[in-house]
């Protein structure tokens, strides 16, 4: 079994250094883009998305699902 202090190096190794992504999304994400989400979930990568038609941001990782992904109206709680 591994130590706490093993799993802790393991995640700092594993975690992405890179700069924050920010995507710029008008209705749904280009193909272009969303290869650059799935990319960013799939190695760690902190993203934002500014998302026009609701005039709202999502960061990936926030618990939330992304607004282009949403059915429903004020699926944020935005009153």
Not at 53 to 78: F, H, M, Q, S, V
Request: aromatic letters at 6%; a negative charge; proline letters at 6%.
């Amino acid at each position: 079994m591994t130590t706490i202090k093993q799993r802790i190096s393991q995640l700092e190794r594993a975690s992405n250094h890179e700069p924050m992504l920010v995507l710029d999304v008008s209705d749904r994400p280009t193909v272009e883009q969303q290869a650059e989400i799935d990319k960013a979930t799939r190695t760690g990568r902190r993203l934002i998305v500014f998302y026009m038609p609701e005039d709202t941001a999502w960061i990936l990782g926030c618990g939330k699902p992304a607004p282009w992904e949403c059915k429903e109206e004020n699926a944020y709680g935005d009153a």
